[in-house]
């Protein structure tokens, strides 16, 4: 076996990455197959290979930064001839005073020397998983909303997963987050993913922020934005609060894991935590003023009726958290209260053959994808003639490449347009709103990695790429749960 290993020869840990870059960690190459192998100057690797074609002779050069394999493919081999690239960044961050190492060397006994033994060992039966999967991922796809959505997911699936690291804190919880550890409202649209095949990775995303809530170092009454940025995570560092987005976000992501789970041991754990951030709502009603809301990119927007919705379905997941625990008292007042807050919301965003974007602006509109929660968990709040009213007034709406966020911008967000496509249980409303979405991810003239803010009447994106949020196209497929 082969393996190569680069990296920067003075390694300083947690170094200040917007001044002097990541410079921790290494990275390696490997192979288990015959192949000659070189560092050093690449146009002068590539010059010798293109005329010994192989790198047994290649001179050593004190230019170190470049690595390559010269390998001989057999057309007519039965095992397949690959190379393995992998990144071992020692540790993964600095949580709360503990450096975390990755998840695969959790407890510092292991190597990437021996991690390569065992992919190598396993390649053959990992990569059949693999197929098996991804034969799978698209047959479900497909039933669920055919042909078209099914390719979105496959984009999606990859660029969502690879977004996430894992580690274990010295407590032995699982920790799944992105670099800055949040925000939490880009982890409630990344979710359906993780429901669909693994609801402890949603746990995973939740635990930092129960933990920082439940040790006394936040001391607010509704969850943290973000944990920091990385690699040092202290608490909250990144804008400001968004009280009513990230208590409803928490509150309904919870009540999700329990129905794909059948049962609420995991809200039991952080109950005390679950009744405040359900209390906080409760207490700010209807009308949530004017607070932050995810959507804040696109302008300020006070008395949101979106982000009033998540309110109520927070109060009424937590309800439904409640019920599921055998806790009739706190079931039945938060339902209730969700009930009449469902109905003040239907009253005051009423504008005739939609609902508004804000409450106070009459000729407005928008999305109102959060509802999606209210038939996925079974609540019930909102009556169907507002799901089906809304679903036919975006229809009206629709340009090229989709339907618009809301009134104010012709630009969408993907994993909303998801989302609102799924309001109804309807095929074909869900194709109609989904094809033009498959439409510009074909046709964009920006090669990006997928993003999730693009124009609907032109070919180009607004921002946006790479991000986790894309596990929203998996929303679809919780349908069959």
């Known amino acids: 076996m082969a393996l190569m290993k680069t990296g920067q020869e003075n390694q300083k840990l947690w170094v200040d990455k917007e001044k002097d870059g990541r410079s921790w960690g290494y990275f390696y190459l490997g192979t288990k197959d015959d192949v000659t192998c070189a560092q050093g100057d690449a146009a002068e690797m590539r010059a010798y290979f293109m005329k010994e074609g192989d790198l047994k002779q290649m001179r050593k050069s004190a230019e170190k930064r470049y690595a390559a394999f010269a390998q001989k493919l057999d057309m007519n081999s039965d095992f397949p001839q690959h190379l393995t690239a992998a990144f071992d960044g020692l540790y993964t961050m600095a949580y709360f005073g503990e450096d975390l190492r990755p998840y695969w060397n959790k407890d510092g006994k292991s190597s990437i020397e021996d991690l390569y033994a065992d992919a190598e060992k396993d390649y053959k039966e990992v990569m059949a998983k693999c197929y098996a999967f991804d034969r799978q991922l698209m047959a479900d796809a497909y039933l669920a909303g055919g042909k078209e959505y099914a390719e979105l ?10 977004a996430f690291q894992m580690s274990e804190d010295s407590d032995g919880e699982l920790l799944y987050f992105t670099p800055q550890v949040g925000p939490v409202d880009e982890y409630y649209p990344a979710s359906p993913l993780y429901l669909c095949y693994n609801p402890d990775l949603v746990k995973a995303m939740l635990n ?9 170092k936040w001391g607010k009454p ?24 990230e208590a409803g976000n928490g509150l309904i992501m919870t009540a999700a894991i329990a129905k794909m789970e059948k049962n609420a041991s995991y809200a039991e754990k952080h109950w005390k935590t679950l009744t405040q951030w359900a209390e906080y709502l409760l207490e700010n009603g209807t009308d949530t003023g004017d607070q932050l809301t995810t959507d804040n990119f696109a302008g300020n927007c006070p008395h949101h009726a979106n982000l009033s919705a998540k309110g109520v379905l927070g109060i009424a997941a937590y309800a439904r958290l409640a019920e ?10 938060y339902m209730n209260a969700a009930g009449e807050m469902a109905k003040e919301w239907e009253m005051a965003a009423y504008a005739g053959d939609h609902y508004r974007l804000a409450f106070d602006q009459p000729d407005s509109w928008g999305m109102k994808y959060n509802l999606v929660w ?12 507002v799901i089906q009213k809304e679903t036919d007034f975006y229809l009206t709406k629709m340009n090229e490449f989709g339907c618009p966020l809301d009134s104010r911008h012709s630009y969408t967000k993907v994993d909303w347009t998801v989302w609102t496509a799924s309001l109804s249980a309807d095929r074909m409303q869900f194709r109609k709103l989904m094809l033009p979405l498959h439409k510009f991810m074909n046709e964009t003239t920006d090669r990006t990695p997928m993003a999730d803010l693009i124009n609907t009447d032109g070919k180009t994106i607004v921002g946006f790429t790479g991000r986790t949020v894309v596990g929203a196209y998996f929303i679809r497929l919780l349908e069959k749960e």
């Open 324 to 333: 599921m625990l055998n806790k009739k008292e706190e079931a039945e007042k």
């Open 153 to 162: 997911c496959a984009l999606a699936y990859r660029q969502s997963v690879s």
């Open 374 to 385: 209210d038939r996925l968990l079974g609540l019930n709040l909102f009556p169907k003639r």
């Open 208 to 216: 930092p922020f129960f933990y920082y809530s439940e040790s006394g």
């Open 222 to 245: 509704f969850p943290p934005h973000d944990l920091g940025g990385y690699p040092i995570v202290n608490g909250q560092t990144i804008g400001g609060d968004m009280p009513v987005e």
